[in-house]
């Protein structure tokens, strides 16, 4: 519990710091765009919160350096091998130059990275016809890089809204903590809950107010650190942990991921490079959630923004709490995923058709708009 606390007020700090620089001038990072298919924001806000998520794991793994109260070395290579993937996010993030090949590119070096460093390898993917790859370095290091990458873009893509990323990414951590702690995997718990205590220091100031973004950098590098945690699980406890646990666990951005690429590149024929309003997130922010619908003043965009949040974590719930029970049990598992993909092709379908249940549906009268107005 020190280590999440250490986590939280070095992250927190640092929050503080960044969004009081932001505001006197001195610092230009602030997302100055506040029109696009994907922007949803009234005001300028600076977008490098990743920083202090590292800010707060720095921190850790510095006490944890001088006390010898953890897996010294292996915290510090994390982190290390995770720079790639945070630099092309923190580039992009500042400069908005940094193209999207190129960021993939840094999110699957810090996987090659974890690969030799870590050893963070995936040996075990459990499908008919591709097990015996796996027996070849070269092609489980593609494997990895492209997981990693992939991983890290997928949790890229759903961080849209306050608070969204940061719960979501946190009971994941939360789920590969537990299976760490029941399998004795004494490194994957301790990162996992220092990310834990990290993201809540970034938190506090994100949901609801929205004085910060989790920014690229933020989304790639907690993407890498789901991807390199997974792995190490599965490939250092294979007869405990299925293959198929870590794919429940995040099959939310996952499934977003592969879901828009086909929407755009089959359904439109459109690149599934460009951006578009059609993610679920951002459906599920125009049709249901109601609330001070039509306002455009900063602190009603910002309560619909906020109040957004709670239904996708609701349905990453509905990933993470089954796959923490069954994660010793494969076909459960995969019957499990299977079931996500339905309800979430169902809900999105019931969206974009116009057809959203009403029982979803969030309203609010005027006094009660104007109250929540007054508290942002």
Request: positive net charge.
């Amino acid at each position: 519990m020190l280590s999440l606390a250490l986590a939280f007020f070095a992250s927190f700090i640092a929050v503080a710091l960044i969004v009081r620089l932001s505001r006197t001038g001195a610092l230009a990072w602030d997302d100055h765009q506040l029109d696009g298919a994907q922007k949803f924001h009234a005001r300028p806000v600076p977008r490098v919160g990743g920083l202090a998520v590292v800010a707060g794991l720095v921190v850790l793994m510095g006490w944890v350096t001088v006390t010898g109260a953890g897996p010294v070395r292996e915290l510090w290579l994390l982190l290390l091998c995770g720079l790639p993937a945070l630099g092309a996010g923190l580039a992009e993030d500042v400069t908005k130059r940094v193209g999207a090949r190129w960021r993939l590119l840094a999110t699957m070096a810090s996987g090659a990275l974890a690969f030799w460093l870590l050893d963070a390898q995936l040996k075990q993917i459990d499908l008919p016809g591709l097990q015996w790859l796996m027996g070849f370095t070269a092609c489980s290091l593609l494997f990895t890089a492209v997981a990693t990458g992939g991983l890290a873009n997928a949790v890229n893509i759903i961080d849209g809204y306050n608070g969204l990323t940061a719960v979501v990414v946190s009971a994941i951590l939360l789920s590969l903590a537990y299976v760490g702690w029941q399998v004795g995997d004494s490194f994957v718990l301790s990162a996992a809950l220092a990310t834990v205590g990290a993201l809540a220091g970034f938190f506090v100031w994100n949901w609801p107010r929205g004085l910060i973004f989790l920014g690229d950098g933020g989304a790639y590098f907690l993407g890498y650190l789901l991807s390199v945690l997974s792995l190490l699980l599965v490939s250092r406890h294979p007869q405990e942990v299925s293959p198929w646990y870590p794919f429940l666990l995040c099959i939310y951005p996952i499934f977003e991921t592969f879901f828009s690429i086909w929407r755009k590149a089959v359904v439109r024929g459109a690149s599934p490079g460009v951006p578009d309003g059609l993610h679920l997130h951002m459906l599920v922010f125009r049709r249901l959630v109601r609330w001070a619908v039509g306002r455009r003043d900063a602190a009603s965009l910002t309560l619909r923004n906020s109040l957004t949040a709670p239904y996708l974590w609701a349905l990453a719930s509905l990933a993470v709490l089954p796959a923490t029970l069954f994660w010793r049990h494969p076909t459960a598992l995969k019957l499990l995923i299977a079931l996500f993909c339905v309800a979430y092709v169902w809900l999105y379908l019931r969206l974009v058709r116009f057809r959203a249940p009403r029982w979803l549906v969030l309203r609010g009268r005027d006094g009660r708009v104007s109250r929540f107005r007054d508290l942002m």
